[in-house]
């Protein structure tokens, strides 16, 4: 499954947007999908994960701000992410993992500043 995310931008502090992460194929049964990110000259860091049977998780920096969803009809991951901060600057990817394979997406540049 190819995965192609989108919806990234320059936004001010205390803003949204909503990225999304269209895949190929369908993503019915894959049992975990996820965003990370990766600031400059840091390590890449989870940010939430969503199984296909609806469990979430956030990492602790990102959790009442920040929403992750699939539409398994559409093919689709969405995060939205209200209250953006800067420190919430990075590339954003989107990952989809079974115990047959482990996709990354290209990426989308989220930047918050005023």
């Known amino acids: 499954v190819q995965l192609v995310e989108s919806g990234g931008g320059l936004v001010q502090p205390g803003g949204s947007l909503r990225l999304s992460c269209a895949a190929s194929?369908?993503?019915?049964?894959?049992?975990?999908m996820g965003w990370y990110r990766q600031a400059p000259g840091k390590q890449r860091e989870l940010v939430a994960t969503i199984t296909s049977g609806g469990s979430l998780r956030y990492v602790d920096s990102v959790k009442g701000r920040f929403t992750i969803s699939r539409d398994n009809a559409e093919n689709t991951m969405y995060l939205q992410m209200n209250s953006l901060k800067p420190e919430d600057t990075a590339v954003y990817y989107c990952?989809?993992?079974?115990?047959?394979?482990?996709?990354w997406g290209q990426g989308t540049q989220v930047t918050v500043s005023s």
């Open positions: 990952n989809a993992r079974s115990i047959v394979f482990n996709q």
């Open positions: 194929a369908s993503i019915f049964n894959i049992p975990t």
